[in-house]
């Protein structure tokens, strides 16, 4: 169903209500008949996680498992990508980048751009852009920077504008402006939201991979690639042939997902929180 490391820097979660070689166009080629399962390369395992809206604690014990299962599947080539929206909404977006930050300096971590991010960016110049980021779950992400309620509540747009600019790092402006727009594992494409169903992805606009939600949804056909994607809020993981949606609701739902892929192989990691504790889930696609 649709809806729209470093150990220790996690705050407990608060209660919310809410070689690129070839040409790009080559990748939207039309699809030729299905000749065997989709795969990455081999010797390659990638773990793809969906959206973590500011759940760190979630995203450190998922990060843990997956240190601890890639350890036990033996030699790989391995990569994690982050789908994008590791802010906003959650209780310590702060934490989440500073983890996030930490955990790619210890292994292969590559970051997609997500549109919280591209609204979040854009907060520090725009003030409308500033209105509707706070709208949308932003106000959680500047709270989690350390500032005061009540200075906050206080503060004007203009105001909060220069607030954030001083106490938010620019080692995370910089490293959430630098989240790449999509990614290419074998027959998959890894993308935040989805791509524009009509056009190849050369010409692709940053919108359509950040924002887009029914017109990729929707498409009937196959794409070149089986498309994984995060942005809409399923309550289970998605496969739906052609596309795999993997964004559990994390900052509501308290279940984080990351989708594992080797050879022609999917499974799924999950953390998981029940009753004020993170429990590790393992399953098939």
């Known amino acids: 169903m ?43 395992r990638w ?21 601890a299962d890639d350890l036990s599947a033996g030699q790989a080539d391995t990569t994690v990508v982050l789908l994008g929206d590791l802010i906003d909404r959650g209780p310590d977006s702060a934490g989440a980048i ?24 854009e907060s520090f110049e725009d003030t409308e852009m500033l209105r509707h980021f706070l709208r949308h ?23 909060l504008q220069a607030e954030m600019a ?12 630098a989240g790449e727009e999509w990614i290419e594992a074998g027959d998959y494409l890894l993308v935040h939201a989805g791509v524009n169903p009509l056009l190849p992805l050369g010409e692709q606009q940053r919108s359509d991979l950040l924002w887009i939600r029914n017109r990729f949804l929707d498409h009937p056909d196959a794409f070149s690639h089986v498309v994984v994607h995060g ?27 990351a989708l594992v892929l080797e050879g022609s192989a999917r499974r799924i990691i999950q953390a998981v929180e029940r009753e004020g504790a993170i429990a590790i889930e393992h399953s098939g696609v």
């Open 2 to 44: 649709r809806s729209a490391g470093v150990p220790g820097l996690c705050r407990a979660p608060l209660t919310t209500t809410e070689p690129m070689l070839r040409s790009l166009s080559q990748l939207f080629r039309s699809p030729a008949p299905a000749a065997h399962a989709p795969r990455v390369p081999e010797d390659q």
């Open 47 to 67: 773990y793809v996680i969906g959206d973590i809206h500011g759940r760190c604690d979630l995203f450190e014990a998922l990060a843990a498992a997956i240190d």
């Open 98 to 121: 500073a983890f996030a930050r930490g955990w790619q300096r210890r292994r292969a971590v590559r970051v997609l751009a997500g549109n919280h991010e591209e609204m979040f960016l």
């Open 137 to 159: 779950g932003g106000r959680e992400t500047v709270l989690s920077y350390g500032i005061d309620r009540t200075r906050y509540n206080a503060l004007s747009l203009e105001e």
């Open 166 to 177: 001083r106490i938010v790092p620019a080692g995370d402006r910089d490293f959430l402006a």
């Open 231 to 257: 942005h809409t809020i399923f309550d289970a993981v998605e496969d739906a042939g052609t596309r795999i949606g993997i964004d559990t609701g994390a900052y509501r739902s308290g279940r984080l997902t």
